[in-house]
């Protein structure tokens, strides 16, 4: 399974503020068929699942400010991608909370 951050920034929109755009990426995020796992910061959107539909997904997340009146748009990955061990979102911050106890 791999984790993806992602952040999705439309540019040349009528205002600075961009609390539309990120409530209308996470509707369709909400409605994603694929079998994944998200959460948002208030920085980015982090999702788990398998790389292949991770990337459908932030593919389709992609359009949705062009289609909301964007005409450019910058989003930016960074993929987790272990393969010698299942890991999770939640595994990996159960793991950095053992160390911290030690």
């Known amino acids: 399974m791999a984790i993806v951050e992602f952040t999705i920034i439309p540019i040349g929109t009528a205002t600075p ?12 995020l909400e ?5 994944i796992h998200y959460e948002m910061t208030s920085m980015s959107t982090i999702i788990e699942g398998e790389l292949d539909d991770l990337m459908v997904v932030i ?7 062009f289609n909301h009146g964007a005409q450019r748009v910058s989003t930016a990955i960074k993929i987790d ?3 010698d061990k299942a890991a999770s979102m939640e595994q990996k911050m159960k793991s950095v909370a053992e160390k911290m106890r030690k």
């Open 17 to 28: 503020s961009l609390s539309q755009y990120v409530a209308d990426i996470q509707e369709v």
């Open 31 to 35: 409605q994603a068929s694929e079998p």
């Open 59 to 65: 593919r389709r997340l992609h359009e949705v400010p």
């Open 81 to 83: 991608d272990r393969r």
